[in-house]
């Protein structure tokens, strides 16, 4: 039997019963909102309960308004930005905890030829640097090569472990790493060598990507570049060391693409059935690149027959109640015309388009004003509990420059949700400083229970039960998946500090 702690937010919905999508005139500029200030791309959606804040590739996170505004009240002007002087800042991914948003990058001269560290910043939720944290909000760590982090966690010690990959010329290697910081920032000298382990598989070039909650410790999740190409996983503890028992000393590896070419993971996430599905890029020669998404049995760690193809640039997925699979992303141009619009689609668990959703299984939008020439490349969405969703990228245009920026839009459908399906469920208590039980309408019975943080973690899961308890859980608010015999609902939990 699996024991796994699930880390993907599985995403509940309001069923879709319309196929005529179109922009929610309440957001934005009739259904749009556009940012020239910030020029690069979104690399997630996040709610924050008063809006939505919005990581930037380029080190910034700007916050908007439930409308489509920029919230002027966080940060400096409603952005808050991870500057070096003469220096690159990117930024890979994040994590909410405590009460603070956690993102990780890398900080670079723009050379790969030079050099790279990783970069970790701690910011309130109003979009302060906590100047407790590494240096005025800010940590930056070298571990020798070319570093780049890549994600990130958090321990209940507010103790932190980043992964990603570490490149050196001379002898040239490419291997991935996991790092633990202080709370305060400073790297954990008592954990590995001066604070991080090397890990050394059997591919020329190696590189994690994500780190998920996995068996009482955690799952690192990259892909070894060699002959077969392989997708690599590597099981530690919560104390950061290899678990001998999984796969060959803590790493294993599962073939992926063989032949000459490259591997590189894109995003990792398990869905409701304790499977990993994942995305990676799979190229070959310049012209000849694609994602390729997957799914990884974890019982017996081989991977499903079903695969399906995934957006080039700025691929991003997620997995809702019901297992399907939204994405987003934009297609690789090169000498053949293709689209330059915002795109979403919903593919079914073996990777088929939901033809239901939109036109055929994907929705469209590339009429953003001013009109002009450019490209328009969708790179996160996030789906909210009302059945909109908020699809966010850049926009770019060489010939109308004030088409430039982020962009944001808000699509919404008939939802008309037939009265059979309704389904009235309660938290009971709820504010609960402990336990709590389930209320349902008559006939519905529950089939399972999980709370979720709000990042997305899932952090309880329970069979079916008279009483739940949420002891183990800190004081705040949580997200409880309910699955019962007519479907999955999500409601809010307060956990009182009684």
């Known amino acids: 039997m699996r024991n796994i702690l699930a880390a993907a937010f599985f995403f509940t919905i309001t069923p879709f019963y319309s196929q005529n999508y179109g922009l929610d005139t309440s957001f934005g500029t009739n259904g749009v909102a556009a940012f020239p200030a910030f020029t690069t791309w979104p690399i997630d959606i996040i709610p924050n309960g008063t809006g939505y804040i919005l990581p930037l590739y380029n ?85 020798g090569g070319y570093d780049v982090g890549m994600d990130i966690t958090v321990q209940a010690n507010g103790s932190l472990f980043i992964t990603g990959y570490r490149q050196i010329s ?13 709370a305060s920032g400073s790297p954990d000298t008592g954990f590995g060598t001066a604070g991080h382990t090397i890990f050394s598989g059997s591919g020329t070039t190696e590189r994690a990507s994500v780190i998920l909650p996995y068996d009482n410790g955690f799952l690192i999740c990259g892909t070894s570049a060699t002959n077969p190409n392989n997708l690599m996983l590597i099981h530690v503890d919560q104390t950061g060391s290899l678990v001998p028992t999984f796969g060959s000393n803590g790493i294993k590896v599962i073939p992926l693409a063989g032949g000459i070419g490259s591997v590189q993971l894109h995003d990792a996430q398990f869905d409701s059935n304790e499977d990993l ?58 000498w053949t015309p293709c ?85 009235a469920a309660a938290i009971i208590p709820n504010p609960t400083s402990g336990a709590f039980n389930i209320g349902l309408s008559p006939g519905t019975s ?53």
């Open 59 to 143: 080190g910034s996170l700007i916050s908007i308004t439930p409308t489509g505004q920029l919230d002027t009240t966080y940060g400096n002007s409603g952005a808050a930005t991870i500057t070096f002087p003469n220096e690159y800042v990117a930024l890979h991914n994040w994590v909410h905890s405590g009460g603070f948003f956690y993102v990780v990058g890398e900080v670079n001269n723009n050379s790969l030829s030079g050099n790279s560290d990783i970069v970790v910043a701690k910011l309130s939720e109003n979009g302060a640097f906590d100047t407790s944290f590494g240096n005025n909000g800010v940590a930056r760590i070298d571990i």
């Open 170 to 182: 001379s002898p040239y290697s490419v291997r991935a790493f996991l790092l633990k910081l202080n």
């Open 277 to 334: 599905v994942f995305s990676y890029l799979y190229a070959v020669s310049f012209s000849g690149q694609n994602t390729v998404s997957g799914r990884l049995n974890t019982e017996t760690w081989t991977l499903d027959s079903n695969s399906g193809s995934g957006y080039y640039t700025n691929p991003f997925f997620r997995i809702d109640a019901s297992g399907n699979i939204w994405q987003t992303g934009a297609e690789r141009c090169t």
């Open 339 to 423: 689209s330059r619009k915002y795109k979403l689609t919903k593919l079914n668990n073996v990777f088929g388009n939901v033809t239901s959703f939109s036109n055929g299984g994907t929705f469209e939008y590339g009429s953003f004003s001013p009109v002009g020439i450019g490209d328009y490349i969708s790179s996160a969405f996030y789906l909210q509990e009302d059945g909109s969703i908020l699809l966010a990228g850049l926009l770019y245009s060489p010939y109308t420059a004030p088409a430039n920026g982020v962009g944001i839009i808000r699509i919404g459908a008939s939802l008309g949700l037939p009265e059979a399906q309704k389904e």
């Open 446 to 498: 529950v089939k399972s229970v999980a709370i979720f943080d709000l990042q997305g973690k899932c952090l309880l899961r329970f069979p079916p039960s008279q009483i739940y308890t949420a002891d183990t859980l800190r004081p705040g608010v949580y997200v409880v998946e309910i699955t019962t015999d007519k479907g999955t609902s999500t409601l809010k939990l307060v956990k009182s500090g009684l």
